[in-house]
């Protein structure tokens, strides 16, 4: 697990807080719950409007992602296939099918059982291609979200602001009353850029690099499937397989 | 019916009017009709000078389309393409003819009325990917205009608050005119703002992903007509199409 | 022809002249000379600094296409090539040689020309697409100088206005002064935000839309041209080239 | 020679200082020496962490391009193509072995002298692209520099301000200094705007188009190398190359 | 070694602090650790969020490598290169064997290894170019780092301007104190404008040319190893490789 994205979260936050708590201005100087609700909801709002009901409701769990993101084991991975790869050899590609329940990875299986089946090889690329694409679609659309998020929450912290300038213009017989009607107002710019800076937009971009190492391992799979079912030698198809593990990995037993 | 683009306006105009509605200054503060006018107005103008007549007189189907997307049942196409292929194995594809004018989906109908006319598969392939083009083309101009109006009406916006600075500024003998000539040179920012953050922006995202879903649905019915001319079995198609299911919808009856 | 563009700058200097009437300010309030020399002057300085001066002389042709776009009439080029293949088919290629002074469009001008004259099919597509090239890169120069018109003309108008702050901060002995002397500072930023938003930068969206259309028209051309150079029937060669018709127009007679 | 870039410049910086001198501040009032040094030396020194040493030595006369850019031949080009492809028709590829050392197009020497040596197409061909490869890398490196000035020097211009603003404020006994401390602190930002808008971003803009222009010449020569090569008439290479001929030009002599 | 981007570095800061030393405020006015803090730590935990902690460890290392990129010698690779494409001519592939080890290029020790094994040249290509695009995208995670440093150095600057405007306007009893309160406010957004333009922008815009640069070398060791395979003339891979040389080089012994 890798919790850098934690660790990251509460340094930013942590850094905020205490830079608050050395300031001269006591710590309820920076919290206004309308500013709050107007960001907040006005981010989640607008994202309501761009995405379908379904994917906002995964939407905490994509977040959850962020912090959990398992490094991916791609050395088990191959050596999985190359053992299946091994099976097939020496038994035929028919002995697979006693393996298929036992395949964790889901690409991997399909494709086994596919092959089993006697798909043809194109028929068998050509599912699993489609089944990639559907899952980079899915990934597309949760950091979309958290683009989108981003991107409204300053949006909205804007909105805010304006509408906090505009009340306090419209009222400055008490001039003691405008700093304070400013500080306000400045508070949903400000809550803006912390949920755009500290959250979402690192999320988003978070969520585009666990995609791409993500494909990469898919693509491990459909090519580690494709030369077993095209019955390469296992040797030839650890050696291939390996070159996407980093050089240290790729000598490993 | 997906309403989240619906709820998702609601909640952002709720939180707006709510806002405005706890602060201390009037309603009224916020309503100036010739602003209204510049932003809006000034936006429907310059979209008017990007796109053609046509395409802005349907603008606003395509703003219902966003809160009335019905969610495409795709499963419901695949099904309709495994009967017709079904009924092509038995009774030959001429046997097609009499179903032709049953098929609810445009694409599968044209393909199916052409194999049925004899065209060659190439041609079928080259006329389906042509009208494909042409609806996506369609798409793209409709989220273009959400684009223009999202990114036009800010700027409508900072036009109107530079000619309210410009003529407070004329005017500054009496100061107690400044803070509401100010307030009102503001809102049409704010309103810019606004409609460009709650409507044009999020709609023209929402539009994108719609097409991009619509585009898959098109794919599987053009992939299904090329099956059906050259003669694949049932089974295999509905293999193969329904790799654009999300997995738990594939081994649906 | 379409109007909308005419309508929509009519609209956009209305809403901006009318907002001026009513408000408080008189019209001269609004004018400065030397502020639209900078703005207009700096924009077109730059576009010269960006574009050679012949494609600068043609840019007022460039902006009258905008305003005089004639709606591509696709179904009589279509017609037109159908006939010319009813033709071919009929007397042979040989006998459209009388016919090719009579063929409005270039572009099949050129490519039956080249037929006649026995170039061979990839001789002919080469050359042809080699032109739609050319004429594509004409059109992306065109919109290409109305983008950097409209991205100049606020970068200017900000110069003029810290130009004018500069000056006015000199000066601060007339407090009465400040008012105006920042108004008219900011009188460039406005012409800037009017000459961007009502005039180069939608022209040059609209310029990229008539460029996308144009380039289906020229294709409809090429594919026309190369279905007569290969003999396909009249009647297919109809069917072909009407999928690019809107499904309104495609069974028209 | 094009001599736009250069009235463009002229014409800018005269607009400048013209509004300057209609102004009611003294012309001293916009010179400030330090201001001037953060900004240009913060934006090479940007430009020198970018780009190695080499092409920052360079820069000058990619500058010096930007104003001299003769305007290329390409009809010249052409017809000395087709001379060579004359003398291969008549006397053999071989022939061309005493004309290779009077071809002024280093591209076109390069590939007719590879042709007489023996190479096959292929290999002229590949090494032909790279060559045109390494061309335009140094093209988007030229571009690449003017647009980081471009983009830096805005930035740096910011840094300024904001210098100036701090030391502003630390000292507002004096208020009749803070406007001529606030002119100083906005003197880089216009600084800044007035070196990108009228010196490297319309520079990058001019590279860009240039470059493109000079790669459709590279076109013309890489296709009359291999047209000559395989035996082409001089006929058909001569209309084959005429085609990226404007219209005009097509049917000189 | 390449010094432009450290002399660039020294004469940013040199700018800035000679700029800070003429002004009229002492040197302690520009000093805040707080706001320091803020702007460094808060990009840093941002950069936390979005990459791995492995990524960010070894970010030092790619800083180091901005300073202290050594210009590869491309020449060098062809000249080896060329040396064993002899040995392979005149005593067979399998004579490499020896060499293999004295290979410095790891790319090239990889092919000529796979080579001398027995592998297929198809497979041989597959590997490298597998590796290329792991090197590649190595490469755009330490350019990613260094762009989203430099996105997120400002808006933490913006966040602690924000913060200590909130702060100042709380208390605006004593006026004497608006001035060093907003100074304070403002450090954090030149801060953040510093650490952007003179480090992390500049460091990724560099890190970009280093890889392209490199992607070159490496594409020589594979065109490289794929020549020597297919058994092409030492003279000939040369030839071909030189091409990938500035002109100047191209002949050189």
Redesign the interface.
């Known amino acids: 697990m890798?919790?850098?994205?934690l660790?990251?979260?509460i340094?930013?936050l942590g850094?905020?807080f205490s830079?608050?708590a050395?300031?001269?201005?006591?710590f309820a100087?920076?919290i206004d719950i309308?500013s709050f609700?107007?960001v907040v909801?006005?981010a989640?709002?607008?994202?309501?409007?761009?995405?379908?009901?379904g994917s906002?409701l995964r939407s905490p769990i994509v977040i959850l992602k962020?912090f959990l993101n398992k490094?991916e084991d791609r050395l088990a991975l191959i050596k999985q296939i190359v053992d299946l790869a091994e099976t097939a050899r020496r038994d035929g590609l028919l002995a697979l099918e006693s393996k298929v329940a036992g395949i964790e990875n889901?690409l991997v299986r399909t494709g086994i059982q596919m092959a089993v089946d006697g798909?043809t090889p194109d028929?068998v690329e050509?599912?699993l291609r489609?089944?990639v694409e559907?899952i980079c679609?899915r990934h597309r659309?949760g950091k979309?979200i958290m683009d989108?998020m981003g991107r409204?929450a300053p949006?909205?912290g804007?909105?805010?602001t304006?509408?906090?300038?505009?009340?306090m213009?419209?009222?400055?017989s008490d001039p003691?009353g405008?700093?304070?009607g400013?500080?306000i107002a400045?508070?949903t710019?400000?809550y803006g850029?912390?949920i755009?800076?500290?959250f979402f937009?690192?999320?988003a971009?978070?969520l585009g690099?666990m995609s791409?190492k993500e494909m990469i391992s898919l693509e491990i799979a459909i090519r580690g499937v494709m030369a077993i079912q095209s019955g390469e030698s296992p040797r030839?198809i650890s050696?291939?397989l390996r070159?996407?593990l980093?050089?240290k990995q790729r000598n490993a037993e």
């Open positions: 890798d919790i850098a994205s660790i990251g979260v340094l930013a850094l905020i830079s608050i050395l300031g001269s201005a006591p100087a920076f309308p609700l107007v909801g006005g989640v709002a607008a994202a309501l409007i761009c995405f379908p009901f906002m962020v490094s889901p798909s028929v050509e599912v489609t089944e559907a679609a659309e979309g989108q409204f949006a909205y804007m909105i805010g304006l509408m906090g300038l505009i009340m213009l419209q009222d400055m003691s405008i700093g304070a400013m500080a400045l508070i710019t400000l850029a912390i755009a800076n500290v937009s690192p999320f971009e978070k690099l791409r030839a050696q291939k070159t996407f980093p050089p």
